[in-house]
């Protein structure tokens, strides 16, 4: 696993950033999560979190310039030489053309792309329940992923959760719609290169992993 460089796709509330963490505790592999970095930007008030803001809010794509040019700084920084994450980027064809770019500049291949699949009809239950610990981030659920201890968090002890604006059942509508027109396409651009690997992501949370894992060593 050390070392693996990894994209996973798919769909808003599809669990890529639920695996994503598993994979970093368990591997040191980092997430390198582009909405978590624009949520950032957005709560610090700066010039891409103000552009980016009503954008998220609304459930479309943010432009492809700030994400490339956040991703390629983020990707130069040292943690990601022992390989990373790639959760929620790309996500549109000219950043996927990006990536290969910053890719070959850098002498790094792909290990491989995992599509964890989950059909619509799961999605708006899975993002209306979501909440996430205000101090470390860690991931829940109102009934997939509840703390071990009522109102306390796992990782950090934090009694304090935040759910995302963009986490109502109106802004998933248009966010799926997002994600098939213009995500889904990757998905092809992948399977050509060979890269492409597709996993059950409406299984429970171990068991995804499980695949992840076997997927990511075939
Ligand atoms: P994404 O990063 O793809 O948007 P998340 O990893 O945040 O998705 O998952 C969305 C919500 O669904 C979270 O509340 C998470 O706890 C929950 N979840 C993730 N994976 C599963 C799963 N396999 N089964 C049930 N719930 C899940
Ligand atoms: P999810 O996978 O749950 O839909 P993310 O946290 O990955 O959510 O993204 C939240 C929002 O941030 C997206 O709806 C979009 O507005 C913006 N965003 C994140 N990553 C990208 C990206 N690679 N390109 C364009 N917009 C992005
Ligand atoms: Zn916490």
Do not use: W
Request: aromatic share 4%; charged share 30%; proline share 5%.
């Amino acid at each position: 696993m050390k070392g693996t460089r990894l994209i996973l796709m798919g769909p808003p509330g599809g669990g890529k950033g639920t695996q994503a963490k598993v994979l970093q505790d368990k591997y040191g592999i980092v997430q390198l999560s582009t909405g978590d970095m624009l949520r950032a930007a957005v709560g610090a008030g700066t010039p891409v979190g103000k552009e980016a803001k009503a954008i998220m809010e609304a459930g479309k794509l943010v432009s492809d310039d700030i994400i490339i040019r956040m991703i390629a700084d983020r990707i130069d920084e040292p943690d990601c030489a022992n390989g990373f994450i790639l959760d929620g980027f790309p996500r549109t064809v000219p950043q996927a053309e990006a990536l290969d770019g910053l890719l070959v500049k850098k002498g790094m291949t792909l290990t491989c792309v995992i599509e964890v699949r989950v059909p619509d009809s799961m999605l708006v239950e899975r993002i209306t329940g979501r909440f996430s610990c205000a101090k470390c981030g860690a991931g829940y659920h109102d009934k997939f992923q509840r703390p071990k201890t009522e109102g306390k968090c796992d990782s950090c002890g934090g009694v304090e959760f935040t759910r995302r604006k963009d986490d109502n059942a109106e802004t998933v509508v248009a966010r799926l719609e997002a994600y098939h027109a213009q995500t889904a396409p990757l998905l092809p651009f992948y399977e050509k290169k060979g890269l492409l690997r597709v996993i059950d992501g409406s299984a429970p949370i171990d068991e995804v992993t499980r695949q992840l894992e076997k997927a990511t060593a075939a």
